[in-house]
């Protein structure tokens, strides 16, 4: 089992930044991939930003030069650098856990707003 606690989040102006961080406990060696999904009302949940344990990352076309992902494997928790926040990108965040088994863990989300 993996447990993920989310922090940060918030309230924020079009243009301004947010961070979130997400700490991973339980199984953490069976951790590949950490990522930031997020998920708008009325909306299925979408894939932000993942990076591996060896330090690759993926983004969603929507927050390339925007967002950035960074991991300390040493702490187990993983960051998502959200700056030109837009009221697009205004959802719940969720951390995600993949395991080598290809079974994902989520945390409980964290709200962004974003306001124009």
């Known amino acids: 089992q993996v447990q993920l606690v989310e922090s940060g989040g918030g309230l924020v102006q079009a243009g301004g930044s947010l961070s979130l961080s997400c700490a991973a406990s339980?199984?953490?060696?069976?951790?590949?991939?950490m990522g930031w999904y997020h998920q708008a009302p009325g909306k299925q949940r979408e894939l932000v930003a993942t990076?591996?344990?060896?330090?690759?990352?993926n983004y969603a076309d929507s927050v390339k030069g925007r967002f950035t992902i960074t991991r300390d494997n040493a702490k187990n928790t993983v960051y998502l650098q959200m700056n030109s926040l837009r009221p697009e990108d205004t959802a719940v965040y969720y951390c995600?856990?993949?395991?080598?088994?290809?079974?994902?863990?989520w945390g409980q989300g964290t709200q962004v707003t974003v306001s124009s």
């Open positions: 995600n856990a993949e395991t080598y088994w290809r079974h994902d863990y």
């Open positions: 339980g199984s953490i060696f069976s951790i590949n991939a």
């Open positions: 990076i591996t344990r060896g330090g690759s990352t």
